[in-house]
């Protein structure tokens, strides 16, 4: 099908290019997917292959929605119920990329949506009777705890988080962000979005500083709660936007609106979503419009395209049809000690974890009181080492952000899987009635993924709760129980396989949204190479059928150095450096010797530079995206280097002709190059960076991160306490530009285990730097490392085994590293 032809669809949060079927689907003799095109490169079965019939174009459709994509079971009784069988009788369960192709949001610009009459005839109205009968439940419990004749003399207490067990008191706004899941979700963040809260640290209530009290702040937020809710019932959304009480709110006013005027408002909370729907609907620039204006334009769209529906169904239809939500959440977290927890979280339909000493995580306002708390409570077990109650804190906070669809890893050691769980719309649950271990998260459980990974997880040992990169649950999806029904796919290939991990959603986000972005930090935060493992899995997943491409593989694995070769070989991965002899010449354009044509000796001639090669090549390939990573952005003379490239980076001058002063030819940058530079910031500030660079690049910080080397030791020695302390006092005594990062201790991504590597890397990386920023000065030296690795008088660093390196270093920075 010619690429016009293409519409775009969202499923899981991706969009996706769909090749419409031709009225019958290829189904393959091996392999687990459905075609639509039978030249498709992943079909490599010989001969004439069966097809199966598909009148209305829609069985792509009716296989996606018949189960989650992590979901194989399901899909498999969708299947085997509709006779879609491969090979050996083999269940179809997923699709390929030559039915949806997956791409980035700037091609779904350049495609029309999937038109709306198909999408509602595909749509099954019956099958969300269920959602909407439980939406308008939460909704009438809500008006019945809170009726609207006493709003106006309700009190303070009543509304407020933050005073004594939010859980049994139910406040207000504890039901709406925690007790209401169905109706929509407002949680994450601060309690600032519920407008006044107590903070019970401090002793005292936050609100707006315009207020001189409480007491004034609240009689002002409950009118201006109930001015909207009648503007609303008036038809006259638009107007909220002009009370200035609840401005700071809108999310929790959006949702008050669902409860209390449900026929005139819609639930969908969150600005940028609104806008989305609304582009999605007129497939044009969306107005500039304050928050509940857009509501108000949301609203008179679907009365137009919807005539006759619910507001909760046509929501309902437009999170089907076009998705926003981006992240989803993959989670590993143990089943107690040894797996102890297994039988019982198994049966009750969660995950457990303990840290009991700090109860409920929802009563705690945001997640600054709950630090203060965790800390008063468990400083002592943990000695007052800082970064392990950060460390700790933060795996129990986890849980709070898990949402519906989120994925648990239950896991017994560094090797076993259990299950893998799917987050339930109840989430976050405290349960008291349990003897220990009362912080659990509701899931279903699936226990075809039981079974081993190839190589132990070290970090597993020791910690409870944890994020599953990508390239870790592609290996667990692999290594899934296999039943004649489940025979793993390439994972390039499945639809929804597994969202972008939080780091790589932000620099696709930024390149998105300014072309261009810039990876900043200390030495060794990984800058390099997250920018070259952002070209692996977003490139890679945006290529389609490119040959050698594992969007899922491991960095430093054989196929993580084959996929950034193809993508090179391709033309879609450009990488430099610059430093301070690179210019013009090199990037653009510029006259170089050349042996000419026929002829000896050397001519010179005008030869495109490296990015005006891309240029040309992304310009003859629209339909993918082209990245150039510059490595040591920095280090070279930038306004030189760009030229008139200054102004056709920015997004809105993308496809734009200048003419190049050398060339005389117009020259323009294509929408679908993008660039992502990386910069030392101990070598040189960004403040120090032209400022016309800097307007058109997205800067974003990388610091370290001790988080891949929680659990993970050499001897007695926490590679995460020696990383955390080391960088506290680097940050106390210098700045934090000169940061050690975690990268040091990460050789070809996986933490250090021996013993003389550590000391290698001590001697040979780490010491020399810190040399370099104490400029020789051995005292400042000792008080990084200890007068046991550095003798201040003699100026001279001691002579120690490997052995006894470590030992010193695990002595200073981490038995004394307490309470400083």
């Given at each position: 099908?010619?690429?016009?032809?293409?519409?775009?669809?969202?499923?899981?949060?991706?969009?996706?290019?769909?090749?419409?079927?031709?009225?019958?689907?290829?189904l393959?003799?091996?392999?687990r997917?459905?075609h639509?095109d039978?030249?498709?490169a992943?079909?490599?079965?010989s001969g004439?292959?069966?097809?199966?019939?598909?009148?209305?174009?829609?069985?792509?459709?009716?296989?996606?929605?018949?189960?989650?994509?992590?979901?194989?079971?399901?899909?498999?009784r969708?299947?085997?119920?509709?006779?879609l069988l491969g090979?050996s009788?083999?269940?179809?369960?997923?699709?390929?990329?030559?039915?949806?192709?997956?791409?980035?949001?700037?091609?779904?610009?350049t495609?029309?949506p999937?038109?709306l009459?198909?999408?509602?005839?595909?749509?099954?109205?019956?099958?969300?009777q269920?959602v909407?009968?439980?939406?308008?439940t939460?909704?009438?419990?809500?008006?019945?705890?809170?009726?609207?004749?006493?709003?106006?003399?309700?009190?303070?207490?009543?509304?407020?988080?933050?005073?004594?067990?939010?859980?049994?008191?139910?406040?207000?706004c504890?039901?709406?962000?925690?007790?209401?899941?169905?109706?929509g979700s407002?949680?994450?963040?601060?309690?600032?979005?519920?407008?006044?809260?107590?903070r019970?640290?401090?002793?005292?209530?936050w609100h707006?500083?315009?207020y001189?009290?409480?007491d004034?702040?609240?009689a002002a937020?409950?009118s201006g709660?109930?001015?909207a809710?009648t503007?609303?019932?008036?038809?006259?959304?638009?107007?909220?936007?002009?009370?200035?009480?609840?401005?700071?709110?809108p999310?929790?006013?959006?949702?008050?609106?669902?409860?209390?005027?449900p026929e005139?408002?819609?639930?969908?909370y969150?600005?940028?979503?609104?806008?989305?729907?609304?582009?999605?609907l007129?497939?044009?620039?969306?107005?500039?419009?304050?928050r509940?204006?857009?509501q108000?334009?949301?609203?008179?769209?679907?009365?137009?395209?919807?005539?006759?529906?619910?507001?909760?169904?046509?929501v309902?239809?437009?999170?089907?049809?076009?998705?926003?939500?981006k992240?989803?959440?993959?989670?590993?977290?143990?089943?107690?000690h040894g797996?102890e927890?297994?039988?019982?979280?198994?049966?009750?339909?969660?995950?457990?974890?303990g840290w009991?000493?700090?109860?409920?995580l929802?009563?705690?306002?945001d997640k600054?009181?709950f630090?203060?708390?965790?800390?008063?409570a468990?400083?002592?077990?943990?000695?007052?080492?800082?970064?392990?109650?950060s460390?700790?804190?933060?795996?129990?906070?986890?849980?709070?952000?898990?949402?519906?669809?989120d994925?648990?890893?239950?896991n017994?050691?560094?090797?076993?899987?259990?299950?893998?769980?799917?987050?339930?719309?109840?989430?976050?649950v405290?349960?008291?009635?349990r003897?220990?271990?009362?912080?659990?998260?509701?899931?279903?459980w699936d226990?075809?993924?039981?079974?081993?990974?190839?190589?132990?997880?070290?970090?597993?040992a020791?910690?409870?709760v944890?994020?599953?990169?990508?390239?870790?649950?592609?290996?667990?999806?692999?290594?899934?129980?296999?039943?004649?029904?489940?025979?793993?796919?390439p994972?390039?290939?499945?639809?929804?396989?597994?969202?972008?991990?939080?780091?790589?959603q932000?620099?696709a986000?930024?390149?998105?949204?300014?072309?261009?972005?810039?990876?900043?930090?200390?030495?060794?935060?990984?800058?390099t190479?997250?920018?070259l493992?952002?070209?692996?899995?977003?490139?890679g997943?945006?290529?389609g059928a490119?040959?050698?491409?594992?969007?899922?593989?491991?960095?430093?694995?054989?196929?993580?150095?084959?996929t950034?070769?193809?993508?090179?070989?391709?033309g879609?991965?450009t990488?430099?450096?610059?430093?301070p002899?690179?210019?013009?010449?090199?990037f653009?354009?510029g006259?170089?010797?050349?042996?000419?044509?026929g002829?000896?000796?050397?001519?010179?001639?005008?030869?495109?530079?490296?990015?005006?090669?891309?240029?040309?090549?992304?310009?003859?390939?629209p339909?993918?995206?082209?990245?150039?990573v510059?490595d040591?952005?920095?280090?070279g003379?930038l306004?030189?280097?760009?030229g008139?490239?200054?102004?056709?980076?920015?997004?809105?001058?993308?496809?734009?002709?200048?003419?190049?002063?050398?060339?005389?030819?117009?020259?323009s940058v294509p929408?679908?190059?993008y660039?992502?530079?990386?910069?030392?910031t101990?070598?040189?500030s960004?403040?120090?960076v032209?400022?016309a660079?800097?307007?058109?690049?997205?800067?974003?910080e990388?610091?370290?991160?001790?988080?891949?080397?929680?659990?993970?030791h050499?001897?007695?020695?926490?590679?995460?306490?020696?990383?955390?302390?080391?960088?506290?006092r680097?940050?106390?005594?210098l700045?934090?530009e000169?940061?050690?990062?975690?990268?040091?201790?990460?050789?070809?991504?996986?933490?250090?285990?021996?013993?003389?590597e550590l000391a290698?890397?001590?001697?040979?990386?780490?010491?020399?730097?810190?040399?370099?920023y104490?400029?020789?000065?051995?005292?400042?030296?000792?008080e990084?490392?200890?007068?046991?690795?550095?003798?201040?008088?003699?100026?001279?660093l001691?002579e120690?085994?490997?052995?006894?390196?470590?030992?010193?270093?695990y002595?200073?920075?981490?038995?004394r590293?307490?309470?400083?």
């Open positions: 099908m010619a690429e016009h032809d293409q519409v775009v669809v969202t499923f899981e949060g991706r969009d996706y290019a769909l090749t419409r079927s031709p009225g019958e689907v290829i393959p003799a091996h392999g997917m459905i639509h039978a030249a498709c992943h079909l490599t079965d004439d292959l069966p097809r199966f019939p598909d009148a209305d174009g829609l069985l792509w459709r009716r296989l996606i929605d018949s189960a989650p994509s992590d979901d194989t079971t399901g899909r498999t969708f299947a085997r119920a509709h006779g090979g009788g083999r269940p179809l369960t997923a699709v390929c990329s030559c039915v949806l192709k997956p791409i980035s949001p700037t091609q779904a610009e495609l029309r999937w038109p009459d198909e999408a509602i005839a595909a749509f099954d109205r019956d099958s969300q269920t909407l009968d439980e939406m308008n939460q909704a009438e419990e809500i008006r019945h705890a809170f009726p609207w004749e006493e709003w106006p003399d309700l009190p303070l207490e009543r509304y407020a988080l933050g005073l004594g067990d939010s859980k049994q008191t139910r406040p207000y504890y039901l709406m962000e925690f007790g209401t899941n169905v109706l407002i949680a994450g963040g601060s309690a600032m979005k519920h407008l006044i809260f107590w019970a640290q401090e002793g005292s209530w707006d500083s315009r001189p009290d409480a004034q702040a609240w937020i409950r709660l109930i001015e809710v503007a609303a019932r008036e038809g006259r959304v638009a107007d909220i936007d002009n009370i200035e009480a609840v401005r700071s709110g999310a929790l006013v959006a949702k008050t609106l669902r409860v209390y005027a005139t408002s819609l639930a969908v969150a600005a940028d979503w609104v806008r989305h729907f609304i582009a999605r007129t497939g044009e620039p969306v107005p500039k419009l304050e509940f204006a857009l108000a334009r949301l609203q008179s769209l679907i009365a137009e395209r919807f005539p006759g529906w619910s507001p909760d169904l046509a309902q239809f437009l999170y089907w049809w076009a998705d926003p939500s992240i989803r959440q993959t989670v590993k977290i143990a089943a107690g797996g927890l297994w039988g019982e979280c198994r049966a009750g339909g969660y995950i457990a974890i009991d000493e700090v109860p409920d929802r009563s705690y306002t600054d009181e630090l203060t708390a965790f800390t008063a468990l400083s002592e077990t943990y000695n007052g080492h800082k970064s392990k109650i460390a700790k804190a933060n795996e129990v906070w986890k849980l709070l952000s898990l949402r519906p669809g994925l648990v890893v239950a017994k050691g560094t090797s076993e899987i259990l299950g893998v769980g799917r987050v339930t719309d109840e989430g976050y405290w349960r008291p009635e003897p220990d271990h009362r912080h659990t998260v509701s899931v279903e226990e075809s993924y039981a079974g081993r990974l190839d190589e132990p997880e070290r970090s597993w020791t910690v409870t944890k994020d599953v990169p990508a390239s870790l649950w592609a290996k667990i999806r692999r290594g899934r129980s296999t039943q004649a029904d489940s025979e793993p796919a994972e390039a290939e499945v639809v929804g396989s597994q969202p972008l991990d939080t780091e790589l932000r620099i986000d930024a390149l998105e949204r300014r072309g261009q972005a810039v990876l900043f930090g200390p030495p060794g935060t990984g800058k190479y997250t920018a493992r952002c070209a692996v899995r977003w490139l997943e945006l290529s490119l040959p050698d491409v594992d969007p899922y593989a491991e960095p430093g694995s054989r196929a993580y150095g084959e950034l070769d193809a993508l090179t070989a391709a879609r991965l990488v430099v450096t610059f430093h002899n690179y210019g013009y010449e090199e653009v354009e006259f170089r010797p050349v042996s000419p044509k002829g000896t000796g050397l001519a010179l001639d005008r030869v495109d530079g490296v990015f005006k090669r891309v240029c040309a090549t992304a310009a003859a390939d339909e993918h995206p082209h990245l150039v510059i040591e952005l920095n280090r003379n306004p030189k280097i760009f008139e490239l200054i102004t056709l980076l920015e997004k809105d001058k993308r496809g734009r002709s200048v003419t190049l002063p050398l060339c005389g030819e117009p020259f929408r679908n190059v660039v992502i530079g990386t910069m030392n101990a070598d040189r960004i403040r120090m032209d400022a660079i800097r307007r058109r690049f997205a800067f974003l990388l610091l370290p991160d001790s988080g891949p080397l929680q659990g993970c050499v001897d007695q020695l926490h590679l995460a306490d020696l990383l955390d302390v080391l960088n506290e680097i940050r106390t005594r700045d934090r000169k940061q050690i990062g975690h990268a040091f201790l990460l050789p070809n991504g996986a933490p250090v285990d021996s013993v003389a290698a890397i001590v001697r040979s990386e780490i010491l020399p730097l810190l040399q370099e104490a400029y020789d000065d051995y005292t400042l030296l000792a990084f490392l200890g007068e046991e690795l550095v003798d201040p008088e003699a100026h001279t001691r120690k085994s490997d052995e006894g390196l470590v030992a010193a270093l002595t200073e920075l981490q038995v590293s307490g309470p400083e």
